[in-house]
């Protein structure tokens, strides 16, 4: 290694941190660990180091940083010369105090000329501070820009952190750089597992650290962790006959719950089998952190893992522990789930028209009826049967009464499911009922069957007109009702399945739906604007292009025309993908840009049509010949929304245009020959806007 470059380690020690928040702030740590060496000067390499962190620590371990800075030069600008020298050259006051700030006299200056003039500088070298002795502050700057919303004080010092803090490791090489930072004083000794190896744990050298703390039983490593939790939790459900469900967002809280873990595989009385899987499975995953076991076709069974913090010598007592801790609420699941199957999904409903949805949206059963209206509308629009989208609708918030989903909010719409299928309802009825509410997070799936698509968009729909009519759009961070939420599920719904749905009408019939509440003409909600939803749920696929890897000129060039259609907004988008791949397209983008500012230009009225008699020149009628051989061509492609087909031809007529261009002066002397030139070209340029306004392709 070089000389100059030692490995760096620090270590901080505390009691246990959120669970949620612990990768955020090892991140930051470690993030303003590495800026404030940067800004510094300080040379390091990183290579493959990330953050470091268990429950009781974050660390930053670096393999190469420079021992010292390098040197510090340093410009400062002074007074020009006509203001720092009189006339006789002498120094002025200027000067003279520009100069003792600097601490020179004012002949060791130097001068430099900009712009303006000859000025005074004063350059200055200073060697480089020890990165030792910078490293105390780097650490608490590191600290103090990390992102703590509500920091805890303890003992009677004014200082506070996500956490008590109770040791600090720095080593530079080998060597203890000495601060005191949160009241704790640096030195070599970390510390192991609470239980599993109370001993303090030496450092020799920060090489030594991840094994040095391996061996107390600690993994400070946590992609180390995470794959330790995945093998053993795999191996467990194996040794079970199953296979373990470890969704991202239960594993990362695992990891962050633990520094030793070890898997025990435990089990249920299978009588609990008899309850929704998916309360079962919320359970385990949201309040007890364990991993469930499915078959595999995909069921749960009476199998669980738990992830102990610990190797204990007594497994069975914990295995014991894990059990009893999910029985009790396991027993209030079978119980609430028993008692709505006495009520049924039925009489659920009745109690829906003494429930408020919004206050000025009336009840859930008003929402209800709205949804039911939609439904049906679209089914028919999209091949579905009507009779069972208003059924489905009907039944669709009848959940929300059970005493299953008051436990278990999560489970709206998947209650109702099972509720449905016990009650005879027809199972594409039960299965739009759960599929209602997808997609339920980003990323998640839009509603698979038919039925359910159609369900999911009437929802939408209403909740976007509502949440405008009501006073609700989102501002900024706020968005009580999730619109923006429910308006990307509601494209996506549309575009996936492509359905050819004219949303601006539904949006005007979903706003117009929207009437007046029983608490009277004052608290009656305003119509919400079919435009102004049709512009939020734009917004909202900007970003969903975006992350699909759409330009946004691309985007902008569909959104100027509005389609009617989101599917259709779709095909545009594609369409313009490929056209933006030919040779011809840059060229062609940008004279429909020169075409629209043309004709924005233009004095005289332009004929409908395109004289022949009146083409002069060579190269217009042989464009006006080519781009009339391109609409025949093309009138059917743009029939059938073929717009891949449209522009495909339409690029072909490149050399036409390029050649009337440099030959044809569009706006000639006579007005007749300067209108028929204009009129070629909007004819040219309406067939490209037919698909989209590809001017926007163009720089």
């Not at 999904?345 to 009336?362: D, I, S």
């Not at 759409?550 to 989101?566: K, M, Q, T, W, Y």
């Amino acid at each position: 290694m070089d000389a100059q470059m030692r490995p760096l380690l620090i270590e901080l020690g505390t009691e246990e941190l959120p669970v949620k928040a612990l990768p955020g702030l090892a991140r930051a740590f470690f993030d303003g660990v590495t800026a404030a060496l940067a800004r510094r000067g300080i040379a390091f390499e990183a290579g493959d180091a990330r953050p470091l962190y268990t429950p009781r620590r974050l660390a930053v371990l670096l393999p190469k940083v420079a021992t010292e800075q390098p040197e510090q030069r340093a410009e400062v600008l002074g007074p020009y010369v006509n203001v720092a020298l009189d006339g006789e050259g002498r120094p002025t006051r200027a000067l003279e105090g520009f100069a003792a700030k600097q601490g020179v006299e004012w002949t060791a200056l130097e001068r430099v000329s900009d712009a303006k003039g000859e000025r005074f500088v004063h350059r200055s070298v200073k060697p480089g501070a020890a990165t030792a002795a910078l490293l105390p502050e780097i650490v608490a700057e590191a600290i103090a820009a990390m992102p703590i919303p509500k920091p805890m004080r303890w003992g009677d010092h004014d200082y506070a952190f996500a956490r008590p803090v109770h040791w600090l490791v720095l080593l530079l090489g080998n060597e203890v750089v000495p601060a005191h930072v949160l009241g704790v004083t640096s030195d070599r000794m970390s510390r192991g597992h609470r239980f599993g190896h109370a001993k303090p744990v030496w450092i020799n050298t920060p090489e030594d650290y991840v094994d040095a703390l391996r061996a107390a039983r600690v993994l400070v490593d946590p992609e180390e962790r995470r794959a330790r939790i995945v093998e053993q939790a795999e191996q467990a459900a194996r040794q079970a006959g199953g296979q373990a469900r470890i969704t991202g967002d239960n594993l990362e809280q695992v990891v962050c719950l633990t520094e030793w873990p070890k898997a025990v595989l435990c089990s249920f009385e299978r009588e609990f089998l008899a309850v929704p899987q998916e309360a079962l499975i919320e359970t385990m995953e949201v309040n007890q952190k364990f991993f469930p076991v499915l078959d595999a076709q995909g069921r749960l069974t009476e199998h669980f893992i738990g992830i102990a913090n610990i190797e204990s010598r007594n497994e069975a007592e914990v295995r014991k522990g894990y059990e009893r801790v999910i029985r009790p609420r396991f027993s209030d699941a079978k119980f609430f789930f028993d008692e709505d199957l006495k009520q049924g999904l039925l009489a659920m409903g009745e109690g829906l028209k003494t429930v408020t949805y919004q206050a000025r949206l009336g009840t859930v059963a008003d929402k209800v009826a709205r949804v039911a209206r939609l439904a049906e509308a679209i089914a028919v629009q999209v091949g579905v049967d009507p009779a069972l989208a208003r059924r489905a609708a009907e039944l669709s918030k009848n959940d929300l009464q059970s005493r299953m989903v008051n436990e278990f909010p999560e489970l709206q719409g998947i209650a109702g499911r099972h509720y449905a299928l016990a009650a005879g309802e027809p199972a594409e009825v039960a299965v739009a009922i759960d599929e209602a509410y997808m997609p339920r997070f980003a990323g998640d799936d839009i509603a698979a069957s038919p039925l359910g698509k159609v369900l999911a968009i009437a929802e939408r729909l209403d909740t976007l007109a509502g949440g405008f009519a009501a006073g609700l759009k989102p501002t900024g961070n706020k968005d009580p009702f999730a619109l923006r939420r429910n308006a990307l599920g509601l494209a996506r719904t549309v575009i996936e399945p492509g359905f050819a749905l004219p949303l601006d009408q539904l949006l005007a019939t979903a706003a117009a739906a929207i009437g007046a509440v029983p608490s009277g003409k004052d608290n009656r909600p305003v119509p919400a604007d079919a435009g102004e939803l049709y512009d939020f749920i734009l917004d909202r696929l900007r970003g969903y292009y975006a992350d699909k890897g759409v330009p946004a000129a691309h985007f902008n060039a569909v959104a100027e025309l509005r389609p009617a259609s989101l599917y259709d907004f779709d095909r545009r988008v594609d369409a313009i993908g490929q056209f933006a791949q030919l040779p011809e397209a840059e060229a062609l983008a940008a004279a429909n840009k020169r075409i629209g500012n043309i004709l924005k230009k233009a004095d005289i009225a332009i004929p409908d049509a395109v004289d022949a008699a009146l083409l002069r020149e060579p190269a217009e009628a042989a464009l006006a010949e080519a781009v009339e051989a391109a609409l025949a061509d093309t009138d059917a492609a743009l029939q059938r929304h073929d717009y891949v087909a449209v522009l495909a031809r339409l690029a072909r007529l490149r050399p036409q245009v390029d050649a009337f261009f440099e030959q044809v002066l569009v706006n000639a002397e006579e007005p007749a020959v300067r209108g028929n030139r204009l009129a070629l070209l909007r004819r040219l340029g309406d067939r490209f806007g037919a698909v989209a306004a590809i001017a926007h392709l163009s720089a």
